[in-house]
């Protein structure tokens, strides 16, 4: 299964020193979305941290509490300087890749590197109401809200595609099109259209985001990085991957542990 790691913690010392994140199922939403997070803060100073935000190819639903926001937003490429300025509480939810598309009806690049307004797409999502809640409330409003949105849809091809892909990734972008059957301008077109990316950027991001599953078990060891080699010849893995977090794999072995 295709779940995406998000290491703030691991990525930022302020981060970890001012925020608490956590994760928790999404059971609820049928298939659609890889998990509810929220950010508390740790502190009631006003100051600004940077949070990494890992390349994952998601569209995430991102509820910035104390602003009263609530937006689609997706990157397709880490952001290393995302400014989170405290304290404010946030929360939201980590859709699949395609769910977003699948849900709305619109283009992924709608809301890839760009805040998409909920209320813009969804006429009866009522943003007053909601902000009018304390914070557990909007919660439970939230999660309950995108159940009922997600009730009677069944995953398609294209929202369960990451999920078929991570298990045996293929190695370059024709053996993809091989495998979807398709003609590269196709395939690229609907990759767009259900992801906001193309093939090429999806097989990078679904390659470090399998190499990352294995160096941040609870057992990796130095050595495990040459598991992950058979992706890419080592200079180009290592160089891959930290365009992708900033740090190379053996760095993030010896951090994480810490």
């Not at 981060?15 to 609820?28: D, G, I, L, P, R």
């Not at 050595?223 to 893995?237: K, M, S």
Request: proline share 5%; with cysteine.
């Amino acid at each position: 299964m295709y779940y995406p790691i998000q290491i703030p913690h691991t990525l930022s010392k302020s981060f970890s020193q001012n925020v608490k994140y956590a994760e928790t199922s999404a059971e609820t939403c049928n298939g659609f979305a890889i998990c509810f997070w929220e950010m508390q803060p740790l502190t009631d100073a006003n100051v600004s941290i940077e949070n990494v935000i890992v390349a994952d190819a998601c569209i995430d639903i991102v509820v910035d509490f104390d602003a009263k926001e609530i937006c689609f937003a997706g990157m397709s490429q880490t952001e290393f300087h995302f400014i989170l300025k405290l304290p404010n509480r946030s929360f939201g939810v980590r859709m699949m890749p395609g769910a977003f598309h699948q849900l709305t009806g619109l283009p992924a690049t709608d809301a890839m590197e760009v805040l998409l307004p909920v209320e813009k797409v969804f006429s009866d999502f009522d943003k007053d109401y909601f902000f009018s809640l304390n914070f557990e409330q909007a919660k439970e409003y939230f999660e309950n809200y995108l159940a009922l949105k997600f009730e009677n849809l069944k995953p398609n091809l294209y929202t369960t595609l990451f999920n078929m892909l991570f298990e045996n990734i293929p190695l370059n972008a024709n053996s993809l099109y091989e495998y979807l059957n398709l003609k590269p301008r196709n395939c690229q077109r609907l990759f767009k259209k259900h992801y906001g990316i193309s093939p090429k950027t999806a097989l990078s991001i679904l390659r470090f985001q399998k190499c990352l599953q294995i160096l941040t078990s609870e057992n990796a060891k130095p050595a495990d990085i040459l598991n992950v080699t058979n992706y890419y010849d080592q200079p180009h893995f290592i160089k891959d991957f930290k365009r992708n977090i900033g740090i190379t794999p053996l760095e993030l072995i010896r951090v994480y542990k810490n």
